[in-house]
Protein backbone atom coordinates (compact mmCIF):
# COMPACT_ATOMS: atom_id res chain seq x y z
CA UNK A 1 0.00 0.00 0.00
CA UNK A 2 1.12 3.49 -1.21
CA UNK A 3 1.58 5.74 2.08
CA UNK A 4 2.56 9.64 2.89
CA UNK A 5 3.68 10.34 6.34
CA UNK A 6 2.57 12.97 7.81
CA UNK A 7 -1.21 13.07 6.32
CA UNK A 8 -3.76 12.91 9.41
CA UNK A 9 -7.38 13.65 10.34
CA UNK A 10 -6.73 17.06 11.20
CA UNK A 11 -5.62 17.51 6.91
CA UNK A 12 -9.04 16.02 6.21
CA UNK A 13 -10.64 18.16 8.31
CA UNK A 14 -9.42 21.47 7.30
CA UNK A 15 -10.65 20.18 4.10
CA UNK A 16 -13.86 19.36 4.76
CA UNK A 17 -14.35 22.43 6.90
CA UNK A 18 -13.06 24.71 4.06
CA UNK A 19 -13.03 25.81 0.60
CA UNK A 20 -11.83 23.16 -0.60
CA UNK A 21 -14.85 20.63 0.71
CA UNK A 22 -16.54 23.22 -0.75
CA UNK A 23 -15.30 23.07 -4.28
CA UNK A 24 -15.73 19.82 -4.44
CA UNK A 25 -19.26 20.10 -3.83
CA UNK A 26 -19.33 22.31 -6.71
CA UNK A 27 -17.91 20.30 -8.75
CA UNK A 28 -19.64 16.85 -7.84
CA UNK A 29 -22.93 17.98 -5.77
CA UNK A 30 -23.96 17.07 -2.31
CA UNK A 31 -22.82 13.31 -2.94
CA UNK A 32 -19.49 14.19 -2.75
CA UNK A 33 -18.53 10.68 -4.81
CA UNK A 34 -17.70 9.34 -8.34
CA UNK A 35 -20.45 8.93 -9.96
CA UNK A 36 -22.90 10.66 -8.34
CA UNK A 37 -26.20 8.91 -7.66
CA UNK A 38 -25.85 6.46 -10.37
CA UNK A 39 -22.68 4.97 -8.36
CA UNK A 40 -25.01 4.65 -4.83
CA UNK A 41 -27.64 3.13 -6.51
CA UNK A 42 -24.97 0.56 -8.57
CA UNK A 43 -23.74 0.41 -5.29
CA UNK A 44 -27.20 -0.28 -3.12
CA UNK A 45 -28.13 -2.77 -6.07
CA UNK A 46 -25.12 -5.03 -6.07
CA UNK A 47 -25.32 -4.90 -1.93
CA UNK A 48 -29.42 -5.69 -2.01
CA UNK A 49 -29.88 -3.05 0.75
CA UNK A 50 -33.47 -2.12 0.26
CA UNK A 51 -36.71 -1.50 2.46
CA UNK A 52 -36.60 -1.73 6.01
CA UNK A 53 -33.28 -1.75 6.97
CA UNK A 54 -31.31 -0.05 9.11
CA UNK A 55 -27.77 1.51 8.46
CA UNK A 56 -24.55 2.97 9.08
CA UNK A 57 -22.47 5.24 6.87
CA UNK A 58 -18.57 5.80 7.92
CA UNK A 59 -17.58 9.11 6.79
CA UNK A 60 -21.27 10.58 5.78
CA UNK A 61 -20.45 13.70 4.95
CA UNK A 62 -23.50 16.38 4.57
CA UNK A 63 -25.44 12.84 4.66
CA UNK A 64 -26.21 12.83 0.87
CA UNK A 65 -25.84 9.29 0.70
CA UNK A 66 -27.91 8.24 3.65
CA UNK A 67 -30.57 10.82 1.93
CA UNK A 68 -30.40 8.82 -1.04
CA UNK A 69 -31.04 5.38 0.52
CA UNK A 70 -34.07 6.86 2.71
CA UNK A 71 -35.29 8.20 -0.64
CA UNK A 72 -34.84 5.54 -3.17
CA UNK A 73 -34.11 2.37 -1.46
CA UNK A 74 -36.67 2.43 0.98
CA UNK A 75 -34.12 2.57 4.17
CA UNK A 76 -35.75 2.68 7.04
CA UNK A 77 -33.16 4.50 9.48
CA UNK A 78 -29.35 5.89 8.78
CA UNK A 79 -27.09 6.91 11.27
CA UNK A 80 -23.92 8.59 9.86
CA UNK A 81 -20.52 8.99 11.57
CA UNK A 82 -18.06 11.96 10.09
CA UNK A 83 -15.33 13.74 11.93
CA UNK A 84 -15.71 16.89 10.61
CA UNK A 85 -17.82 19.28 12.54
CA UNK A 86 -19.06 21.93 9.25
CA UNK A 87 -20.40 18.57 7.21
CA UNK A 88 -22.09 16.95 10.74
CA UNK A 89 -24.10 20.41 10.79
CA UNK A 90 -24.54 20.80 7.39
CA UNK A 91 -25.76 17.84 6.85
CA UNK A 92 -28.49 17.84 10.01
CA UNK A 93 -29.39 20.93 8.42
CA UNK A 94 -30.05 19.41 5.18
CA UNK A 95 -31.66 16.68 6.50
CA UNK A 96 -33.87 18.70 8.65
CA UNK A 97 -34.99 21.24 5.35
CA UNK A 98 -35.98 17.60 3.15
CA UNK A 99 -37.80 16.52 6.42
CA UNK A 100 -35.58 13.85 6.83
CA UNK A 101 -34.38 14.45 10.45
CA UNK A 102 -36.82 11.47 11.84
CA UNK A 103 -34.71 8.85 10.14
CA UNK A 104 -31.24 10.27 9.79
CA UNK A 105 -28.97 10.54 12.78
CA UNK A 106 -25.76 11.95 12.84
CA UNK A 107 -22.83 11.32 15.21
CA UNK A 108 -19.34 13.49 15.28
CA UNK A 109 -16.58 11.07 15.71
CA UNK A 110 -13.84 8.85 14.42
CA UNK A 111 -15.17 6.44 12.18
CA UNK A 112 -12.19 4.00 13.34
CA UNK A 113 -13.87 4.26 16.54
CA UNK A 114 -17.46 5.33 16.59
CA UNK A 115 -19.03 4.28 19.84
CA UNK A 116 -21.74 2.53 18.32
CA UNK A 117 -23.30 -0.54 19.85
CA UNK A 118 -21.62 -3.79 18.29
CA UNK A 119 -24.27 -5.55 15.92
CA UNK A 120 -26.39 -2.19 15.40
CA UNK A 121 -26.94 -2.27 11.88
CA UNK A 122 -28.24 -4.67 9.19
CA UNK A 123 -25.16 -2.75 6.89
CA UNK A 124 -22.81 -0.22 6.65
CA UNK A 125 -22.48 1.96 4.11
CA UNK A 126 -18.83 3.94 2.65
CA UNK A 127 -18.74 6.42 -0.52
CA UNK A 128 -15.55 7.27 -1.43
CA UNK A 129 -14.10 8.49 1.49
CA UNK A 130 -12.30 5.83 3.46
CA UNK A 131 -9.04 6.80 1.43
CA UNK A 132 -9.09 9.56 3.89
CA UNK A 133 -8.62 7.50 7.07
CA UNK A 134 -5.37 6.99 7.95
CA UNK A 135 -5.55 3.29 9.70
CA UNK A 136 -7.74 1.07 7.26
CA UNK A 137 -7.67 -1.80 9.30
CA UNK A 138 -8.96 -0.63 12.61
CA UNK A 139 -11.75 1.15 10.06
CA UNK A 140 -12.99 -2.44 8.72
CA UNK A 141 -12.66 -4.10 11.92
CA UNK A 142 -15.03 -0.95 12.98
CA UNK A 143 -17.11 -1.63 9.91
CA UNK A 144 -17.35 -5.41 10.71
CA UNK A 145 -18.10 -5.08 14.64
CA UNK A 146 -21.09 -2.24 13.97
CA UNK A 147 -22.76 -4.82 11.39
CA UNK A 148 -24.74 -7.47 12.74
CA UNK A 149 -23.29 -11.40 11.84
CA UNK A 150 -25.14 -12.00 8.39
CA UNK A 151 -24.86 -8.31 7.39
CA UNK A 152 -23.20 -6.21 4.86
CA UNK A 153 -20.52 -3.61 4.25
CA UNK A 154 -20.90 -1.91 1.14
CA UNK A 155 -18.49 0.50 -0.04
CA UNK A 156 -17.14 2.52 -3.22
CA UNK A 157 -13.43 4.21 -2.69
CA UNK A 158 -10.89 5.72 -4.44
CA UNK A 159 -7.84 2.81 -4.91
CA UNK A 160 -4.87 2.16 -6.77
CA UNK A 161 -5.34 0.02 -10.00
CA UNK A 162 -2.20 -0.74 -11.99
CA UNK A 163 1.00 0.14 -10.01
CA UNK A 164 1.77 4.22 -9.37
CA UNK A 165 5.74 4.93 -9.61
CA UNK A 166 7.07 6.28 -5.62
CA UNK A 167 6.86 9.99 -7.32
CA UNK A 168 3.26 9.77 -8.43
CA UNK A 169 1.87 8.16 -5.24
CA UNK A 170 3.67 11.13 -3.43
CA UNK A 171 2.22 13.74 -5.59
CA UNK A 172 -1.15 12.29 -5.50
CA UNK A 173 -1.69 11.45 -2.13
CA UNK A 174 -0.16 15.33 -1.55
CA UNK A 175 -2.78 17.30 -3.62
CA UNK A 176 -5.52 14.34 -2.18
CA UNK A 177 -4.44 14.64 1.49
CA UNK A 178 -5.19 10.68 1.64
CA UNK A 179 -2.31 9.20 4.29
CA UNK A 180 -2.36 5.97 2.30
CA UNK A 181 -4.43 4.16 -0.84
CA UNK A 182 -5.52 0.85 -0.51
CA UNK A 183 -6.25 -1.34 -3.97
CA UNK A 184 -8.53 -4.59 -4.24
CA UNK A 185 -6.55 -7.19 -3.04
CA UNK A 186 -5.68 -5.41 0.23
CA UNK A 187 -9.06 -4.41 1.12
CA UNK A 188 -10.25 -7.57 0.68
CA UNK A 189 -7.89 -9.46 2.46
CA UNK A 190 -8.76 -6.65 5.93
CA UNK A 191 -12.74 -8.13 5.01
CA UNK A 192 -11.66 -11.20 5.58
CA UNK A 193 -9.28 -10.36 8.79
CA UNK A 194 -12.33 -9.00 10.02
CA UNK A 195 -14.04 -11.87 9.56
CA UNK A 196 -16.10 -11.18 6.58
CA UNK A 197 -16.47 -13.32 3.44
CA UNK A 198 -16.05 -10.90 0.21
CA UNK A 199 -18.66 -11.18 -2.62
CA UNK A 200 -17.67 -8.15 -4.64
CA UNK A 201 -14.34 -6.41 -5.11
CA UNK A 202 -14.09 -4.74 -8.70
CA UNK A 203 -13.13 -1.46 -10.52
CA UNK A 204 -16.11 0.80 -11.79
CA UNK A 205 -14.44 1.75 -14.75
CA UNK A 206 -16.20 5.18 -13.38
CA UNK A 207 -12.93 7.11 -12.07
CA UNK A 208 -11.38 8.17 -15.86
CA UNK A 209 -14.60 9.66 -17.40
CA UNK A 210 -15.90 11.50 -14.02
CA UNK A 211 -12.51 13.21 -13.96
CA UNK A 212 -12.82 14.15 -17.35
CA UNK A 213 -15.92 15.76 -16.36
CA UNK A 214 -15.07 17.38 -13.80
CA UNK A 215 -12.32 19.17 -15.31
CA UNK A 216 -14.56 19.82 -18.22
CA UNK A 217 -17.04 21.70 -15.86
CA UNK A 218 -14.31 23.81 -13.95
CA UNK A 219 -13.17 24.82 -17.46
CA UNK A 220 -16.23 25.46 -19.56
CA UNK A 221 -18.61 26.63 -17.21
CA UNK A 222 -17.83 26.35 -13.59
CA UNK A 223 -14.60 28.39 -13.42
CA UNK A 224 -16.18 31.50 -11.84
CA UNK A 225 -18.22 30.23 -9.00
CA UNK A 226 -14.84 27.93 -8.13
CA UNK A 227 -12.62 30.96 -8.05
CA UNK A 228 -14.99 32.89 -5.67
CA UNK A 229 -14.71 29.79 -3.43
CA UNK A 230 -10.80 30.15 -3.04
CA UNK A 231 -10.91 33.88 -2.98
CA UNK A 232 -10.45 34.50 -7.18
CA UNK A 233 -6.93 33.21 -6.41
CA UNK A 234 -5.98 32.63 -9.80
CA UNK A 235 -2.76 30.99 -9.36
CA UNK A 236 -4.12 28.25 -7.18
CA UNK A 237 -6.99 27.45 -9.65
CA UNK A 238 -4.21 27.19 -11.90
CA UNK A 239 -2.15 24.69 -9.87
CA UNK A 240 -5.17 22.73 -8.98
CA UNK A 241 -6.02 22.68 -12.67
CA UNK A 242 -2.91 21.47 -13.08
CA UNK A 243 -2.99 18.72 -9.58
CA UNK A 244 -6.45 17.10 -11.26
CA UNK A 245 -4.62 17.27 -14.80
CA UNK A 246 -2.33 14.48 -13.61
CA UNK A 247 -4.50 12.43 -11.65
CA UNK A 248 -6.89 12.74 -14.83
CA UNK A 249 -3.43 11.32 -16.46
CA UNK A 250 -3.05 8.47 -13.59
CA UNK A 251 -6.71 7.74 -14.06
CA UNK A 252 -6.67 6.96 -18.27
CA UNK A 253 -3.39 5.13 -17.11
CA UNK A 254 -5.54 2.72 -14.92
CA UNK A 255 -3.40 3.61 -12.05
CA UNK A 256 -6.03 5.23 -10.15
CA UNK A 257 -9.63 3.88 -9.79
CA UNK A 258 -12.83 3.80 -7.89
CA UNK A 259 -13.40 0.13 -6.54
CA UNK A 260 -16.55 -0.93 -5.18
CA UNK A 261 -16.84 -3.71 -2.82
CA UNK A 262 -19.64 -5.65 -1.33
CA UNK A 263 -18.76 -8.00 1.58
CA UNK A 264 -20.95 -10.17 4.03
CA UNK A 265 -20.15 -10.61 8.02
CA UNK A 266 -20.05 -14.38 8.53
CA UNK A 267 -22.39 -15.58 11.15
C1 LIG B 1 -15.41 12.66 0.16
S1 LIG B 1 -16.20 13.06 1.66
C2 LIG B 1 -17.42 11.80 1.81
C3 LIG B 1 -18.49 11.88 0.84
C4 LIG B 1 -19.73 11.09 1.16
N1 LIG B 1 -19.45 9.72 1.48
C5 LIG B 1 -20.62 11.18 -0.03
O1 LIG B 1 -20.69 10.21 -0.79
O2 LIG B 1 -21.24 12.24 -0.24
C6 LIG B 1 -15.05 12.51 2.87
C7 LIG B 1 -15.59 12.61 4.30
O3 LIG B 1 -14.83 11.73 5.12
C8 LIG B 1 -14.74 12.31 6.40
N2 LIG B 1 -13.65 11.63 7.13
C9 LIG B 1 -12.39 11.41 6.70
N3 LIG B 1 -11.71 10.72 7.62
C10 LIG B 1 -12.56 10.45 8.64
C11 LIG B 1 -12.47 9.74 9.85
N4 LIG B 1 -11.34 9.14 10.24
N5 LIG B 1 -13.55 9.65 10.63
C12 LIG B 1 -14.72 10.24 10.26
N6 LIG B 1 -14.87 10.94 9.12
C13 LIG B 1 -13.81 11.04 8.32
C14 LIG B 1 -14.50 13.78 6.12
O4 LIG B 1 -14.81 14.57 7.24
C15 LIG B 1 -15.43 14.00 4.93
O5 LIG B 1 -16.67 14.49 5.34
Redesign the pocket.
Known amino acids: MKRKSGIG ?1 EN ?2 AV ?1 GGPEGDLWELVMGQ ?3 IGGFKSSMDLAEKAGIGAGLAGVDL ?3 NG ?2 MRFLVRFRGVAKMTG ?4 PT ?1 VERGRQRCKAEGLEGKIQFVLA ?3 ASGLPSGCADFVW ?4 WC ?2 VDKARLIAEAARIVKPGGTIAFTDWIEGRAMTDREADRFLTFMKFPNVQDLKGYGDLLKSSGCEVKMAVDTGRFAPYVDLYLGMLDMQLTYDALKIIGFDTNLMGAMAGEMQFMQGLAHAGKIAQGLFVARKVK
Not at 81 to 84: G, L, M, P, Q
Open positions: LVQYQIHCCCAGVDATVDATGEDAYV
